[in-house]
């Protein structure tokens, strides 16, 4: 590979916005350039981006200063280190936008109203319709949205293990009446 403008021999690269000698990571990777990285360095890159970004008119986020190591989450504004980031290929830090705990809320979210059509709000005004326990045992606490397999109409919030039930009586309420005559001795057993 032949060094570009702004090059220095070995490890170390120089940028033409700041001035400064930099190691070979503090600049992004670009693969049209002759030594393989961006021109200027990722903070100066930055800035220069912004610029362009305030001069087209566009709404700029402003930069938020984080120590090596870490990162700001735009979503809970808080400064958390690279451990609570998921990767991200394609993001020029190789981390995601948002932290890990904010893509799981995210997530939940997007998981009720995709999978059964309701919001967090919804789920939880169930939850508290039922007194916070499941609505078939009465005893656990409501986690688990249940839901008609045929018509996708959402029917309680149950615990783990009644819901597990539900779906292993293949959600068929006579099947669920003979067992319930079963345990209650009703129903006479065949081998007596």
């Known amino acids: 590979m032949t060094p570009g403008r702004g090059w220095v021999a070995g490890a170390v690269k120089r940028c033409p916005r700041c001035g ?16 393989g990285l961006q021109c200027y360095c990722r903070p ?10 305030l001069a087209k008119g566009k709404n700029v986020r402003p930069l938020v200063a984080a120590p090596p190591g870490h990162k700001h989450c735009r979503r809970c504004g808080e400064i958390k ?21 904010c893509r799981a809320v995210e997530g939940r979210a997007h998981y009720l109203k995709r999978s059964y059509g309701i919001t967090e709000a919804v789920r ?30 959402v029917r309680g919030v149950l615990c783990l293990n009644c819901n597990v039930g539900v ?15 079963y345990l209650e001795g009703t129903r006479g057993s065949q081998h007596s």
């Open 124 to 153: 939880d005004a169930i939850i508290a319709a039922q007194g916070g326990v499941c609505y078939l045992c009465l005893r656990a606490p409501a986690v688990h949205v249940d839901h008609c397999h045929k018509t996708g109409r």
């Open 167 to 181: 779906g292993l009586f293949k959600e068929d309420p006579e099947r669920m009446r003979r067992a319930a005559e």
């Open 81 to 101: 280190p690279h451990s609570e980031w998921d990767r991200n290929r394609t993001a020029s830090d190789g981390l995601s936008t948002r932290c890990k705990a």
């Open 44 to 53: 100066c890159a930055a800035e220069y981006h912004q610029e362009r970004q």
């Open 20 to 35: 400064a000698e930099k190691p070979r990571e503090a600049f992004a990777a670009n693969r049209a350039a002759r030594d």
